[in-house]
Antibody
């Protein structure tokens, strides 16, 4: 079965750290770019960051609000995606989704989503 | 950053209605636009990419159009399972950004 399963969410104090994981199955993980997207309670979707595939040197991109604090990484041997979150702020409270990105005629688009994991940053 | 503006922010419709949602980009994004559906408490579901191409398994009642800065998502005959929030998203450049969402209610 093709699926993405996030884990690692929870309650953390401001300034703390958390590492999210996304376990992938049912497709060739190494072929795809992978992304993290978050959704604050009652709010819309916000893209967080991306890791490209090996063919594109595993390069990364981030939204400005997390650059320098969050790191997206992957382990193709474990079919896993990670989000290391440091210096967490209350405004980072959200459900974090991992999303698969596929290429179709030059269009790199999200085509598969995990169920999400909730991160709460509060004292 | 490219801003994505959806309208309306919410709408009321009935089963069988034809519904159109608009998304406007703050600058030319060609056809680098996607649409997503999200139901309460659930993950988003991908519907359309490249402005008008259906994702695998998405029914043909969904259609997208547009290019440049103005785009639309149309649901040809609204069914009970279509009541949800819909988001557009550009992927022309970084950062990728989403519209604010359109909630389709009964």
């Amino acid at each position: 079965e093709v699926q993405l399963v996030e884990s690692g969410g929870g309650l953390v104090q401001p300034g703390g750290s958390l590492r999210l994981s996304c376990a992938v199955s049912g497709f060739t993980f190494s072929d795809h770019y992978m992304d993290w997207v978050r959704q604050a309670p009652g709010k819309g979707l916000e893209w967080v960051g991306r890791t490209r595939n090996k063919a594109n040197s595993y390069t990364t991109e981030y939204v400005a609000s997390v650059k320098g604090r969050f790191t997206v990484s992957r382990d193709d041997s474990k079919n896993s995606l990670y989000l290391q979150m440091n210096s967490l702020k209350t405004e980072d409270t959200a459900v974090y989704y991992c999303a698969r990105t596929s290429s179709s005629s030059g269009h790199w688009h999200f085509d598969l989503w995990g169920r999400g994991t909730l991160v709460t940053v509060s004292s | 950053d490219i801003q994505m503006t959806q309208s309306p922010s919410s709408l009321s419709a009935s089963v069988g209605d034809r519904v159109t949602i608009t998304c406007r980009a703050s600058q030319d994004i060609s056809n680098y636009l996607a649409w997503f559906q999200q139901k309460p408490g659930k993950a988003p579901k991908s519907l359309i990419y490249a402005a008008s191409s259906l994702e695998s398994g998405v029914p043909s009642k969904f259609s997208g159009s547009g290019s440049g800065t103005d785009f639309t998502l149309t649901i040809s005959s609204l069914q009970p399972e279509d009541f949800a929030t819909y988001y557009c998203q550009h992927y022309r450049s970084y950062p990728l950004t989403f519209g604010g969402g359109t909630k389709v209610e009964i």
